[in-house]
């Protein structure tokens, strides 16, 4: 149940951010565009004498530059942030990180079964040492006090990141490293593989001849 629980706040919160990283830029680039479309709209029509046409980009252009958005790119990159940590350990989870398993896949079953344990906890101890000193570094910038640029946030916050999200990788690698040692199982994702696909192979050839 916690386990479920867990998997689902790790996918909602990765999905979360990217959808909200992948709005805000597209509302900054729309904003930035529009802004250089309204003035040279209305220098085009005030040239031409379309006073109407001029008056009309001109107040679009005002209201579009009073829309402040200079702290949109330093939230992305906080969200990207974020979003890279928690994402590690869903990759963990999922069997989609990168591996090299040439000379792993020469050695004999019970051999490559104690090197892939090994490597597993060597990751686990890894992440744990860098949520330890991830955790000492948030606690240094909480007594700092020190804020972003920007949006002036709490850099403690945005440093956050670390700790939890390798945390919870350090949590994904043991979780891993038991499952395998009960069945010898690892997860796998087939990058071939489209959902989807197999649904629609299934359905009747519309265009095939009866």
């Known amino acids: 149940m916690f386990s479920k629980l867990l998997d689902r706040l790790e996918e909602a919160l990765i999905s979360a951010l990217m959808a909200g990283a992948t709005l805000l830029i597209f509302v900054s680039v729309v904003q930035r565009y529009s802004t250089d479309l309204a003035i040279s709209l209305s220098k085009w029509a005030a040239a031409h004498h379309i006073m109407a046409l001029a008056t009309g980009a001109k107040a679009v252009f005002t209201w579009l530059i009073s829309i402040d958005l200079t702290w949109s790119q330093e939230l ?3 969200m990207f942030v974020w ?3 928690f994402g590690a350990a869903y ?3 999922t069997g989609v990180h990168v591996g090299v398993d040439l000379a792993l896949n ?3 079953t019970r051999s490559k079964h104690k090197v892939v344990l090994f490597g597993l906890l060597a990751g686990a101890f890894f992440t744990f040492v860098v949520a330890a000193f991830g955790t000492r570094f948030v606690i240094h910038m909480w007594q700092t006090g020190e804020t972003s640029n920007d949006l002036e946030a709490p850099m403690w916050f945005v440093y956050l990141a670390i700790p939890c ?3 919870l990788m350090c949590f994904r690698f043991l979780q891993v490293a038991y499952t395998f040692s009960k069945t010898g199982e690892l997860p796998h994702t087939d990058e071939s593989h489209v959902e989807g696909l197999e649904e629609a192979s299934l359905l009747p050839d519309v265009g095939a001849k009866p």
Request: hydrophobic share 40%; charged share 25%; net charge positive.
């Open 83 to 85: 979003m890279a940590k």
């Open 165 to 167: 999200g390798t945390s």
């Open 76 to 78: 992305c990159i906080f």
């Open 106 to 108: 020469k050695l004999e």
């Open 91 to 93: 990759g963990v989870r």
